[in-house]
């Protein structure tokens, strides 16, 4: 049974809670802190049956009881609690992305370390997705054979406040960071190179705030394969999550959910559902799969899924596209550090 | 809160425990009674929280806490232990089929009527199905027009011992009942009259204990539209469940669902993944939600979704189809009695 | 080179004419013979390069460089004139049904008994379709292993004219009948039996004419599959024509066909193109097949692909069909003389 | 009626006699020259009905009962032939690309300015491909929106002789050619920028020829958009040539064209058939609508639908692309004089 304390109990530490609470059965939420806890909060907390609420994490990492923490705060804070907790001797479940700083990151990664028995897993949810994870598994298989081309589509139904694209660190780190992760998920490999063709076609006021909101983005990986994604702030269709793996030996591809399978033929065409409208429907059963895994490897001693690598990998990803962006030229990973 | 105790601890009796367990917020399984009780079991209910733990389902019945019963012990018991459960002022979830025969079926209708306060439902999980909802919800919304030619496809992965046929009541009865009550959702309509084309084509030794394995049947319902069913004992690319309503303003279709939308195309051709396996995986989300249903009907003192009409309804196209294809003729439901 | 005489120029006369002059390589019309020759038609035949236009048929088989006839006048003079023509030592293809009456069809049956060398082919332009073809070529292959069930969906765009049903024979002669050769053709299997569950519910106007406009027709196919067809005579979304044939080793559909494969995703779903409008545009490239393989027959003495036992059938099913509507019970073939 | 002569009776030369023959009423194949004219081909020339073979184009560009010329001759030749054809007062039809030097296309448009009677017409067969038309048609049609990002996947189902490669001027300008004047058609603008990600990872004799076999290639379009196209010398599964326009009020997506829609479901998972093999098989009937087109322009002195501005853009993106992989960054078109 592992003990969890969630540190921040926004929206995505409330989504943990209820997947451990009704879907994870080796593992129990003992404790939750959050400065800004509520009265709302607070109701739904014992509502689950949490019995510690706090509005400081230092009492969690204190608490013996407690065996693992999941960073839920503010993402300038991810990489220091992080720190704190593994010095405290809890693992660590921390949500993407651990810091828009290498070095912060690296510090994080120094510390998992000098604690060899502790787990750290990144919250890259989509690895635990059933559509890519069957991409991977297809590759995994030897039925796509080497890797040649790697396409990921990922849309947004509409954009973010762009208020919040300040403190996001702009669409690369924000959106764009679940498609590296998911690009060297599903090729099973790191980047070497990236180049960035992009534009603000959906909201100027992105654009007045630095950022795009359309792009392609186009990937050397180390193993040789090319891949692309490309990004929209805004699908009027829908959240636009697909991805396809060709190679030597054929190709996998995956298609959107929906509600249904109900197609409506009549006079105007042949009208099926429009995609899960945005990530809280499309990856619910994704969330809970990745606490899961993440509780079996804190219980068993195994491997997280998903450890500070990708941690790492993924925002340095997202600095050199950052980089390709301002200079307009292809950007080596290597450059960045 | 509703406080519920299940009589039967078999395969669906843990079903309905695990989905109120964990998806139903407003009710709660205080007490589980069945004759075989055994150490797994107990085992199992302790883990998941039952206080009360009987091997007669009588204690239940007396339990002044507990204010709905789930009846979900064999077949032959259904109707005797929902009268006796209504006596005791209990609301009941009652499994499929309420009974073989007519009268007793009519017994418990009876036993509600002198308990206007108690509600009944019988457990057509699928009319909770993702699909099939959306097929009526398409007709519910005049996307459909007049209703004029329904088509259900129910197929089994395999088909089930040859003994468990003696008992069940043979394909109508075990299988097809579940598409008899879905033609009658599906079309809001009652059927009026039955005609089965059937053959032994799967396994001699379902004919030879007095069954068909594949069977059309095609039926007049009383709101004018056609309706045809097609059962298998046996698709070997697994369950198939697809329902297709067609009518004057347009169609309606749902398709299988998968485990993921993964499809491969290589030098064979290209390749979706087959249906989800069975029941269990296929519906497991309706059993959640005809829970639900049933806690806030019990709850809130509103209609259940599907009453003893259904129950009946449902039984007597079972038992005209059996009539039809032993007299080889269309048979009316108004000859059943 | 064969050399061909068409005896009746309206519109499937025209498209004859037409997929033999550019899609035959070996084979000429000559000869295009119409009681009713007015100007326009003339100019078109004249157009495609027809050498003879003649108002009397019997000049086309009085003609030795024809060697072969379509038979594409009015139904009620297909059997004679297919007689005559045998007689005159022309191959047939005539067009569907042969006619109403078994008796008028085993004349020509007789008549071909007594000219061996000759062939006589009829139009069920369908099984030379594209979708169709793949359905049966999966059966052939030992695909589906022994066929169980076989499912045909045909639905028209909208219904013919009421007064056309009283000369056609009604749904089942002028509509239904190429779904019964396709249960044929698909299962490669006669039929045994057939019951019709059907109504008027698109236009009142056909049934003042006696006739049905919706059916659900099930049968027993010899081969001991079942099978099940349904028809409307309006389909607000367009020509439905698929196949569905089921066994013990798998399954094969198809689906419809349409102009294009562009899907738009918009606020308001996902939405395919409707099925080709009609026959004309969905079966084009099948009636240039059907004469390819006539011309071939004729040209190198093989067996046609569709002989007069296939038209003898369709129409017995046909008249079965009526039977069973009428008396309210299943009919076997046999019972059809 | 516009009397044509074809210049070059290799492949591509009998394509377009078949169609003109067989599927474009106002015109008639009058010459044909071909200076390594064989037996064979004499034969097949003189079934088809063409009454002038030649071995020296010129014999046709003197011919005054000739029109229209097709140019399909090899590339090199093109541009010299067009600019004489059109001195000789003759339509040009002209297979793409025009030539691989700015400057010989540049000559081409310079003779068209001197005869603006004359019609020029390059060979970009796809733009009237029913799936790429349909994608066109409703981005006129405003249901796409502005369009924001265009990808476009073609993928060849077995690479050339390597040999080939060096006439070609490889991949940009032997096969994305194609995908280059797709994206201008799709899209409605011309190319601004271009920058290539590519590698030889399906045959090693690729690269030794300096070319690449896998590519993805990213463009900023005149107008705004964004766009890619993935390449492939080899799918194993077939020709992949699919299309998506995503836009501010929707997207249009299309799949590849197959040879029937069958389905087979059985143990191995559902699978339908794979694209049609190559461009014969895919691009037949686009062959014939450019011919119709081309033909009509003439005939009724109306514009091209695809003239010598979309022969030299396509050209300049191919060599805007070969020096992006040379010099490993964006190029703009302006570059490439």
Chains 1, 2, 3, 4 share one sequence.
Do not use: W
């Amino acid at each position: 049974m592992v003990n969890i304390g969630i540190i921040g109990a926004g929206r995505i530490g409330k989504v943990h809670l209820e997947s451990i609470s009704y879907h994870v059965k080796n593992a129990a939420v003992k404790a939750v802190a959050d400065p800004f806890m509520n009265e709302d909060t607070r109701a739904f907390l014992e509502r689950v049956g949490v019995e510690k609420i706090y509005t400081d994490y230092k009492q969690i990492l204190a608490d013996p009881e407690i065996n693992a923490v999941l960073v839920c705060s503010s993402t300038d804070t991810h990489a220091a609690i992080s720190v704190e907790a593994i010095e405290a001797g809890k693992h660590v479940f921390c949500e993407k992305p651990v810091d828009h700083s290498i070095s912060k990151i690296e510090a994080v990664a120094a510390a998992l370390e000098s604690h060899p028995g502790l787990k750290f897993q990144v919250g890259f949810n989509r690895r635990f997705d059933h559509n890519f994870a069957a991409v991977r598994k297809a590759y995994d298989d030897g039925r796509i054979g080497d890797a040649h081309i790697l396409k990921i589509t990922s849309r947004d139904p509409e954009p973010p406040n762009p208020a919040y694209i300040k403190v996001s660190g702009g669409i690369f780190l924000d959106m764009t960071i679940h498609d590296f992760d998911m690009a060297c998920f599903l090729t099973n490999s790191d980047v070497e190179e990236v180049y960035v063709n992009a534009a603000v076609l959906v909201d100027p006021a992105i654009g007045e705030q630095g950022d795009v909101d359309t792009a392609i983005i186009t990937m050397k990986m180390a193993n040789g394969a090319l891949a692309v994604i490309d990004n929209s702030r805004r699908a009027v269709y829908g959240y636009d999550q697909r991805a396809e793996l060709f190679g030597s030996k054929g190709m996998v591809a995956t298609s959107n959910d929906t509600l249904s399978s109900a197609v409506v033929s009549d006079a105007n065409g042949i009208t099926g559902e429009k995609p899960l409208f945005f990530f809280l429907e499309r990856y619910m059963d994704s969330f809970a799969e990745e606490m899961r895994q993440f509780v079996d490897a804190c219980e068993n001693d195994t491997d997280v899924p998903v450890g500070i690598h990708a941690g790492l990998q993924s925002v340095k990803i997202a600095l050199a596209a950052k980089k390709s962006l301002q200079e307009h030229r292809p950007v080596k990973l290597s450059e960045i550090q």
